[in-house]
């Protein structure tokens, strides 16, 4: 079902006001124990600017310590820095593999309500 750009600022106001967290993922997110262990890692702060047109980017850069020997596969946008509700997920366009400790870096997230299937 489409949505007006209206209705697709109004969820994704909501979404922005929620997602206060980003972090990072080993396999697909809704799959138990999938996130990157905490310790050295932790999840990140992020904050979210409206388009107007039904989608929203990242108004900062986010930076990742990340443990040896770990294969990051998806970005997970939470409501919390701890525990809390994963809200959304997205595959990264490349797979990142740290044979030692490392930092991943997550330039732009991008939230698009503007795809639907067509008929």
Do not use: C
């Amino acid at each position: 079902m489409p949505y007006t750009d209206e209705g697709k600022n109004l969820m994704l106001e909501a979404l922005r006001k929620a997602a206060s967290h980003v972090g990072l993922h080993t396999a697909y997110p809704k799959e138990q124990n999938s996130e990157v262990p905490f310790g050295i890692y932790r999840r990140a702060s992020i904050s979210f600017a409206l388009d107007g047109s039904g989608a929203m980017e990242s108004n900062n850069k986010v930076l990742f310590e990340v443990p040896p020997n770990t294969r990051v596969r998806f970005v997970g946008f939470w409501d919390r820095a701890v525990g809390g509700i994963l809200l959304a997920f997205d595959p990264l366009p490349t797979e990142m593999h740290f044979k030692g400790r490392g930092v991943a870096v997550l330039d732009l997230a991008h939230m698009d309500l503007n795809y639907y299937p067509q008929e």
